[in-house]
């Protein structure tokens, strides 16, 4: 069985964890973490970077800082995993959900201002795929209505818009370093700030509400309990293995792309013959080789595929389900139909994608659809 995902490790991993541990110093904070941390600020020019346990932590985190309250609402796309909404709906905001693009997963930005109330608070645009949502939209409507805009970049790392690293353009981001991403850690996520009003009550929610770092920095000559938080920063053992990774970000970033291209170029034909569509990427974005999609006409028509890569020992797989009709949220949910979310829903297959990917498994997959009778 070729599976979806396999995580890949460099090799320095095991070294790094290692060293972590003989350091005498593994809980968070170390130098490890502080190596991701001024990685992510020096390359992708974030102001302050806060490695986190998982991306639902950095929106958590993202949530708190925001002073997100009972009855404020939240602008996200339905099409999104369930942390999108739960960092928010935790601080007791009303989701307002916003329909995807017909041409894209991605949040229809033309879709956002008819949604905004005096009660609206944030707007959180997913780079589904890596890819960017148009971003001048979404920051004109933030500056004209006085928003925050939290970017939701867990599939997003070194993808970029009109020049600009996703992650780099609201007033925060959250990253993801689950196993299934382009940089993995296992589990884990980042927090990113690019206003600066949010950097010092950042570092606070980030050590449990006290103020630690600024100790440690011999900032102030004694710590204690300042504001609100929780224990959102990793182990030294999870930013050692990620540092591995982020070492090599290049040369994963190269061969994951080629994957992308590979299964475009071998499958672009016969998507257009069978009226299936594959990825598209805006003038604007950049394609970070995240995963690699197609849209089928029906979901009757995406379960066959399913099922006929699995029964030759293909492991594909469907994505999101529509937020607005889980059985969490469907009977709070009072807005209109979201058709392309549905869509998504139904319709949306995702190929095996990851770094030691062959060249040939990838040509045994593109035969093997090409060859199926729809």
């Not at 209505?145 to 959250?174: R, T």
């Not at 990851?354 to 659809?369: P, Q, V």
Request: contains cysteine; charged residues 25%; glycine residues 6%.
């Amino acid at each position: 069985m070729i599976p979806f995902n396999k995580p890949y490790l460099t090799g320095k991993e095991l070294e790094y964890i290692k060293d972590a541990v003989l350091s005498g110093k593994i809980s968070g904070n170390g130098i490890y973490t502080q190596k991701c941390n001024n990685f992510f600020e020096q390359k992708f020019g974030f102001k302050k970077a806060l490695l986190t346990t998982s991306c639902t932590d950095a929106l958590e985190m993202c949530a708190i800082l925001a002073d997100i309250k009972q009855g404020d609402e939240v602008i996200i796309p339905s099409y999104t995993f369930v942390s999108t909404a739960l960092a928010f709906v935790r601080q007791g905001a009303k989701i307002v959900f916003v329909d995807s693009r017909a041409d894209h997963p991605g949040i229809d930005e033309d879709k956002i201002e008819e949604l905004i109330t005096s009660k609206t608070k944030a707007i959180v645009p997913v780079h589904y795929a890596g890819v960017a949502c148009d971003m001048d939209k979404i920051m004109y409507l933030a500056n004209k209505y006085n928003l925050l805009v939290i970017e939701d970049a867990a599939q997003a790392i070194d993808s970029y818009y009109k020049g600009k690293p996703l992650g780099s353009i609201g007033h925060m981001a959250a990253f993801s370093f689950h196993e299934t991403k382009n940089i993995n850690s296992g589990e884990g996520g980042l927090l990113a700030i690019n206003d600066d009003k949010f950097i010092k009550r950042s570092e606070i929610i980030w050590e449990k509400g006290t103020n630690r770092s600024e100790f440690f920095r011999g900032d102030v000559n004694k710590y204690g309990w300042v504001d609100t938080g929780s224990s959102f920063l990793p182990s030294e053992i999870i930013a050692a293995y990620l540092w591995a990774q982020l070492e090599n970000l290049a040369d994963i970033q190269k061969r994951r792309i080629e994957i992308w291209h590979h299964y475009f170029d071998g499958l672009s034909d016969w998507a257009i013959s069978n009226n299936i569509k594959l990825p598209e990427i805006p003038t604007y974005a950049t394609n970070n080789g995240h995963m690699f999609y197609m849209v089928c006409k029906s979901e009757d028509q995406r379960n066959k595929i399913l099922s006929y890569l699995k029964e030759n020992g293909v492991y594909a797989v469907f994505h999101y389900l529509s937020l607005h009709k889980s059985p969490y949220y469907n009977k709070k949910y009072k807005g209109i139909e979201l058709s392309q979310s549905d869509r998504y829903t139904d319709c949306l297959l995702r190929l095996p994608f990851f770094y030691e990917l062959k060249d040939g498994d990838i040509n045994k997959i593109i035969n093997l659809i090409k060859d199926m009778k729809l």
